[in-house]
């Protein structure tokens, strides 16, 4: 009976824990595919060399490394519809068996559950608890902080401690865990520089991640819309890859479009995919190259072209 199962899950919490922490590996549908992660990044992320190659790199460096000296801690920047969310999901599906639906992905959306800034010193409290609990169930847990730019300033130190090289923190292990930020800021900063080697003639292939990483630490950390304005997070250099996404031209998302086309069985129409993309807006005002949205309203779009 599921009382019964439930109560034995429980019950067998603490031996699961201190397997976890002795084992290299934790019975928590722990499955990283990286060969797969590779090709739907390839596949079906457009316009994103930097993240892509990233993302591969230090998710295959992390995974392979039966003991990390500490969790591996990206921030995805950049403008909205470029593809933070989307890959994120894409990186859980091939790490874990139910991907987002996994009980050890946990994800936090700073409207839903710290919606007051009056409460931030409770919510640092919980959100120690909540981590530390879960680590002790799965050091391979992954934490996933959504639209760190409606986090209230302060918050997200809170889990400063687990970020560190410090092996036990509140008696748990937490070097194998995975900690995510996603957010817009640093967004214009990034569609500068890619604005910049267009107007020198450079391809945006060109682009390497030294040209904005510590822009973007520097654009968070003094943004006062930034959940990590200020951040000791930042300060202490504890985010071991901030990922810029940059924006998406006519071409990718036209890429958009065709994918979302395949995915629901449509056939390819030239004319179909013309409409959607003339739809859209774009920026600056004068060279109108970058999708204001992304790819964000491609389907909305789509569904109303078809």
Not at 32 to 57: N, S, T
Not at 190 to 208: A, C, S, T
Not at 254 to 260: A, D, Y
Request: proline share 5%; aromatic share 12%.
């Amino acid at each position: 009976p599921a009382p019964a199962a439930a109560a034995a899950w429980e019950l067998s919490r603490p031996l699961r824990a201190v397997y976890c922490q002795l084992s290299h590996s934790c019975p928590c549908a722990f499955q990283p595919r990286l060969d797969d992660l590779e090709l739907d990044l390839y596949r079906h992320v457009f316009g994103q060399h930097l993240a892509r190659e990233v993302i591969i790199d230090a998710i295959r460096r992390f995974t392979e490394d039966s003991t990390p000296m500490k969790p591996l801690v990206l921030s995805f920047n950049g403008w909205s519809g470029t593809g933070k969310s989307y890959v994120t999901s894409l990186l859980m599906r091939n790490l874990y068996r139910e991907g987002m639906k996994s009980s050890y992905v946990h994800q936090f959306i700073p409207t839903l559950h710290f919606p007051h800034a009056c409460q931030t010193h409770t919510y640092k409290e919980q959100l120690k608890t909540w981590i530390s609990g879960n680590l002790s169930d799965c050091s391979r847990s992954v934490f996933i902080f959504d639209e760190m730019d409606k986090m209230h300033p302060g918050l997200i130190d809170a889990i400063k401690p687990f970020l560190g090289y410090t092996h036990v923190m509140f008696g748990t292990d937490y070097r194998k865990a995975m900690f995510i930020f996603i957010g817009n800021a640093g967004g214009e900063l990034i569609n500068q520089v890619v604005l910049d080697f267009w107007k020198n003639g450079k391809d945006r292939e060109e682009i390497q991640l030294e040209d904005l990483e510590s822009n973007i630490s520097r654009a968070v950390f003094n943004n006062r819309n930034s959940g990590f304005w200020n951040a000791d997070i930042i300060n202490e250099e504890l985010i071991d890859y901030f990922v810029p996404f940059l924006p998406l031209k006519r071409n990718h998302v036209k890429e958009c479009v065709r994918s979302e086309m395949l995915s629901r069985g449509i056939g390819l129409q030239a004319e179909i995919i013309t409409e959607v993309v003339n739809s859209m807006n774009f920026f600056p005002e004068g060279e109108k190259l970058f999708s204001q949205m992304g790819c964000k309203t491609v389907s909305a779009r789509l569904d109303f072209s078809l």
